[in-house]
């Protein structure tokens, strides 16, 4: 079964009850933030690998500082 449909039937078994969709809100709200956290990790992982080998430059500490 496509996992949208699923998701969406699952979701209409509580449609009727605001507590248990607060609930679900919350869990696919916390997916999704910490989905976008590996994406992040992931990103600096490759920033780094790319700036050891020479393809990319790496920030100053004059540039970082002045971000903050």
Known sequence: MNLKAE???????????ENYLKKALKAIKKLVAQREEEER????????????????????????????
């Not at 998701?7 to 009850?17: G, K, Q």
């Not at 992931?42 to 540039?63: C, H, N, S």
């Open 7 to 17: 998701l969406l039937r699952e979701l209409s078994y509580i449609a009727d009850d």
């Open 41 to 68: 990790i992931r990103q600096a992982f490759e920033d780094a690998k790319l700036i050891r080998e020479g393809k990319i430059q790496g920030k100053t500490w004059e540039e970082i500082r002045d971000e903050l």
